[in-house]
């Protein structure tokens, strides 16, 4: 009787991608599974399909008569199996990856020996090119494994799972299913890990096709596209915390006067932090507002904007922090972050007790020094304080400024 249901979406695709991918699925150690395979939209590729399959009974093939995208073939395909009391264990594979032997065995054993509130479990990958080639080399793979072997809470922050995975039926049927393109995957872990813990196996099982012209990835290379990913990938991660009543950590006032090539790559930057659990709080100083209309086009659900018309920026960020609750705040600016900057310095602010607390980097931004008295009566740009800390820096003028 089968136990394990799989479902693969197929939209376009290159023909020997999808007939290797078929093939690795139906060739799979561990046989006792369905299949269904749900075309999106393109009728073209169907003859392909049924001559991979041929008469397998294993294998249902849907068409969809429209293009309805990732999300809603999954929820086409996993609904005909949530039909079948018998299916224990889900997974969806892409139609241009490819699947080792063991891919469907191991998973399933590791969630079925597991404990009872054990619902995923995800394994390592491989990167391959369109030669079926390695990308990186072995030293590469071992830095993945250490990068995904995370406790779940780092999910918050960054998709450790990756691309290859499996899950309970019992913990996917208490969810809604597949939504939020084109972060399907995460948003949809966030919501399974509510209910379940995770597990990671730090093997190979599976190679995944880098930038293949079909993909998601493929699509997201052009500026727009990729703010598009990033605003759906930052909205998933505040609903998480929303749902599990995490609060906001930090606050960071962002004085800008325009609009400028500048001011949109300060804006980038600070977006593409590894950490998220901050507010942007953009202090818009021009006279016009301009510079709010133009930066408005980058969409994320962590920007708020404030019109300050006039202000010199010291006026305006200790206005803007008078109203700032969150434990941590830093004033954005001049120089932009890397992408771990803002994780490092939170990381080190957490650790400490002192009630004078900065953190910030050596000009050489490679080490980050700390503080436990205030270092000016100046908010410093890029030095992430305890909120408490910057308020005590500036509360004369602050008082000044009121009266």
């Given at each position: 009787m089968p136990d394990v249901g799989i479902v693969m979406p197929v939209y376009k695709q290159k023909s020997s991608y999808l007939r290797a991918a078929i093939q690795s699925i139906l060739k799979q150690s561990y046989s006792n599974f369905r299949f269904i395979i749900v075309i999106d939209g393109a009728p073209e590729v169907r003859s392909i399909i049924e001559n991979e399959v041929q008469d397998d009974r294993r294998v249902r093939i849907i068409m969809n008569e429209h293009n309805q995208g990732v999300a809603k073939s999954l929820n086409c395909g996993f609904e005909q199996l949530f039909a079948d009391p018998d299916l224990q264990y889900f997974t969806w594979v892409s139609s241009d990856n490819i699947y080792y032997y063991d891919y469907i065995r191991i998973q399933r054993k590791h969630l079925k020996q597991g404990p009872e509130q054990l619902g995923l479990v995800y394994t390592c990958f491989r990167e391959i090119d369109d030669n079926d080639l390695p990308v990186y080399d072995d030293f590469h793979t071992e830095e993945m494994k250490k990068y995904q072997m995370k406790p779940k809470e780092a999910l918050l922050d960054f998709c450790l799972i990756g691309p290859s995975f499996m899950y309970k039926s019992r913990y996917a049927k208490a969810i809604e299913g597949y939504g939020m393109e084109p972060v399907e995957d995460y948003d949809y872990w966030l919501r399974l890990i509510d209910l379940c813990e995770i597990e990671y196996i730090p093997e190979v099982f599976m190679d995944y096709r880098v930038n293949s012209p079909f993909s998601i990835s493929a699509q997201l290379h052009s500026r727009q596209q990729h703010r598009r990913w990033r605003n759906a990938y930052q909205t998933a991660k505040l609903l998480a915390r929303k749902r599990r009543n995490i609060p906001l950590e930090t606050t960071i006032l962002h004085p800008i006067k325009d609009g400028s090539v500048e001011s949109i790559d300060l804006l980038e930057h600070v977006l593409e932090q590894y950490y998220s659990n901050f507010r942007l709080l953009v202090l818009d100083l021009s006279t016009d507002q301009l510079a709010s209309d133009l930066l408005s086009d980058i969409p994320d659900p962590k920007i708020q904007y404030a019109a300050m018309p006039g202000m010199n920026e010291r006026e305006a960020i200790i206005y803007a922090?008078?109203?700032?609750?969150?434990?941590?705040?830093?004033?954005?600016?001049?120089?932009?972050?890397?992408?771990?900057?803002?994780?490092?310095?939170?990381?080190?602010?957490?650790?400490?007790?002192?009630?004078?607390?900065?953190?910030?980097?050596?000009?050489?931004?490679?080490?980050?020094?700390?503080?436990?008295?205030?270092?000016?009566?100046?908010?410093?740009?890029?030095?992430?304080?305890k909120t408490h800390s910057l308020k005590s820096v500036l509360t004369p003028d602050s008082l000044l400024l009121k009266k």
């Amino acid at each position: 009787m089968p136990d394990v249901g799989i479902v693969m979406p197929v939209y376009k695709q290159k023909s020997s991608y999808l007939r290797a991918a078929i093939q690795s699925i139906l060739k799979q150690s561990y046989s006792n599974f369905r299949f269904i395979i749900v075309i999106d939209g393109a009728p073209e590729v169907r003859s392909i399909i049924e001559n991979e399959v041929q008469d397998d009974r294993r294998v249902r093939i849907i068409m969809n008569e429209h293009n309805q995208g990732v999300a809603k073939s999954l929820n086409c395909g996993f609904e005909q199996l949530f039909a079948d009391p018998d299916l224990q264990y889900f997974t969806w594979v892409s139609s241009d990856n490819i699947y080792y032997y063991d891919y469907i065995r191991i998973q399933r054993k590791h969630l079925k020996q597991g404990p009872e509130q054990l619902g995923l479990v995800y394994t390592c990958f491989r990167e391959i090119d369109d030669n079926d080639l390695p990308v990186y080399d072995d030293f590469h793979t071992e830095e993945m494994k250490k990068y995904q072997m995370k406790p779940k809470e780092a999910l918050l922050d960054f998709c450790l799972i990756g691309p290859s995975f499996m899950y309970k039926s019992r913990y996917a049927k208490a969810i809604e299913g597949y939504g939020m393109e084109p972060v399907e995957d995460y948003d949809y872990w966030l919501r399974l890990i509510d209910l379940c813990e995770i597990e990671y196996i730090p093997e190979v099982f599976m190679d995944y096709r880098v930038n293949s012209p079909f993909s998601i990835s493929a699509q997201l290379h052009s500026r727009q596209q990729h703010r598009r990913w990033r605003n759906a990938y930052q909205t998933a991660k505040l609903l998480a915390r929303k749902r599990r009543n995490i609060p906001l950590e930090t606050t960071i006032l962002h004085p800008i006067k325009d609009g400028s090539v500048e001011s949109i790559d300060l804006l980038e930057h600070v977006l593409e932090q590894y950490y998220s659990n901050f507010r942007l709080l953009v202090l818009d100083l021009s006279t016009d507002q301009l510079a709010s209309d133009l930066l408005s086009d980058i969409p994320d659900p962590k920007i708020q904007y404030a019109a300050m018309p006039g202000m010199n920026e010291r006026e305006a960020i200790i206005y803007a922090l008078q109203n700032v609750l969150t434990p941590f705040t830093m004033v954005y600016g001049k120089v932009r972050l890397r992408m771990f900057d803002l994780e490092r310095l939170s990381i080190q602010l957490r650790k400490t007790s002192d009630h004078f607390i900065s953190a910030y980097f050596t000009p050489s931004f490679e080490l980050i020094e700390y503080g436990i008295e205030p270092v000016s009566k100046e908010p410093v740009y890029n030095v992430l304080y305890k909120t408490h800390s910057l308020k005590s820096v500036l509360t004369p003028d602050s008082l000044l400024l009121k009266k």
